[in-house]
């Protein structure tokens, strides 16, 4: 897929050509016109260019002290202590990729892409285009079963329509995967870096070749800082932990954002784009230590109706959106984490409730 059609971002200017037709609906004369008004009348849509060179600096330094402890500790266990700074900074550098894809740091494409390249595939190992390629789909319709691969099929599922299709091993993992969702996260910082090999063919040549030239970068810088700092055992399990805790870290910021939400009937009415992105949405209430450690996507959805917003300025937007849903009459999900949590596990354990009833075999 062609980098321009892979970011999300949807523009300041309510009749952009860049905004899908329905959403350019809704700002042409429906409940979002209004809202989108005060929030570009207020520069909310304005980049925060200087805040984010600040924030990406910071966290290369932190980078580079946390590998040069690593270098300096030498052949030892203790290094594992540094698998934990360093997944919290791999996640950081993954947001900012996150923002780049939606054009939140720069209006120039060019510049938006060379950040996400940097930061997602040099940095993280992690195809920046597979990734913005499943967003713009999820972004267009969250929690859609049939458009959002983010409810898709996979090792989880999210109705029980999907659950009732499961047999074997993926039986038995729905009847467990509300106790089981954290456990998995520890895969997933391996899971996404296979997912971006996995899409490099559906790449154009390219875009393909700059791609998996910096995958193949990262794979072999990683690889000769581990092994000329530790021996072969202790790399492995080096490897195995800092992914683990990234995969976790990465999971626990983006699971409470839709999971037990609100999902559209696909054969029922289309819904608009304000009511689309506020329904199928969970904000998370938090001071600064929140905003931090789930990278101001707490603020979830302010951030779906504005993806192209930069994200220091969805906390300022999300009293507009409030008051504006509450005069509209529009629910608007606010919790806090742990209950988010709650909310999302106990959506999964609905959805295995019938095989859990019918046993191993659906009998």
């Known amino acids: 897929m062609p980098q321009a059609t892979a970011t999300v971002a949807y523009p300041a200017d309510e009749s952009g050509p860049g905004l899908p037709a329905d959403a350019r609906g809704a700002a042409a ?25 600040l924030g990406i600096a910071v966290n290369l330094v932190a980078l580079g002290a946390v590998i040069t402890a690593f270098v300096l500790l030498g052949d030892t266990w203790w290094s594992l202590l540094l698998t934990l700074p360093l997944a919290v900074l791999w996640t950081r550098t993954a947001f900012v990729a996150h923002d780049a894809g939606h054009a939140q740091i720069s209006g120039d494409r060019g510049t938006s892409r060379l950040i996400g390249l940097l930061h997602a595939n040099l940095l993280l190992g992690m195809n920046e285009a597979w990734w913005n390629d499943k967003h ?11 458009k959002d691969p983010d409810v898709g099929v996979g090792a989880l599922v999210w109705t029980q329509k999907q659950a009732a299709r499961r047999q074997g091993f993926a039986r038995w993992l729905t009847r467990n995967q509300a106790r089981l969702f954290f456990p998995m996260l520890l895969l997933e910082g391996i899971a996404l870096k296979v997912y971006g090999f996995q899409f490099l063919p559906r790449q154009p040549l390219r875009e393909r070749a700059v791609s998996a030239l910096l995958l193949t970068a990262h794979f072999a810088l990683y690889a000769t800082l581990l092994l000329s700092t530790l021996s072969p055992g202790r790399a492995i399990v080096f490897a195995l932990v800092l992914h683990a805790l990234f995969g976790l870290h990465l999971g626990m910021a983006f699971a409470p954002n839709h999971k037990g939400m609100e999902m559209p009937d696909p054969d029922g009415e289309r819904w608009g784009h304000l009511q689309r992105q506020v329904l199928t949405s969970r904000n998370v209430r938090g001071a600064v230590v929140t905003d931090w450690f789930l990278g101001g996507l707490n603020y979830q959805i302010e951030h779906h109706l504005f993806p192209s917003m930069p994200r220091p300025n969805l906390r300022l937007a999300q009293p507009l959106v409030k008051a504006h849903c509450s005069r509209i009459g529009m629910p608007y999900a606010e919790t806090g984490l742990i209950e988010s949590y709650r909310q ?8 295995g409730e019938p095989l859990r009833q019918r046993g191993p075999r659906g009998t």
């Open 29 to 53: 004369g429906s409940d979002f016109a209004p809202l989108l008004r005060v929030v570009r009348d207020q520069g909310l849509l304005e980049r925060r260019t200087d805040r984010y060179v």
């Open 136 to 146: 713009v789909r999820h972004h267009a319709n969250p929690n859609h079963i049939d």
């Open 344 to 351: 999302a596990l106990s959506h999964m354990h609905e959805v």
